[in-house]
């Protein structure tokens, strides 16, 4: 999960943090929009993950 982010070009300078509590991946931090739409999407094609809370925002660290 967190290579994936580190390797997306849109996640890859975001300010994103990972949680995984029970096969669950929390994302939190600041983003941008696109950012925070590949952050979740990267969390779900992640292998044995059940559920993603996506509760990146949208802020001035990595906006477009």
Do not use: F, Y
């Not at 580190?6 to 983003?31: A, E, M, N, Q």
């Not at 292998?47 to 660290?61: E, F, H, Q, W, Y």
Request: with cysteine; hydrophobic share 40%.
């Amino acid at each position: 999960m967190i290579r994936r982010l580190h390797d997306d070009p849109d996640t890859k300078d975001g300010d994103i943090r990972i949680d995984v509590k029970r096969l669950v991946v929390v994302l939190g931090g600041c983003s941008s929009w696109l950012a925070q739409r590949a952050a979740d999407e990267d969390a779900w094609n992640t292998r044995g993950v059940l559920d993603v809370s996506n509760n990146l925002t949208i802020g001035s660290a990595g906006t477009d």
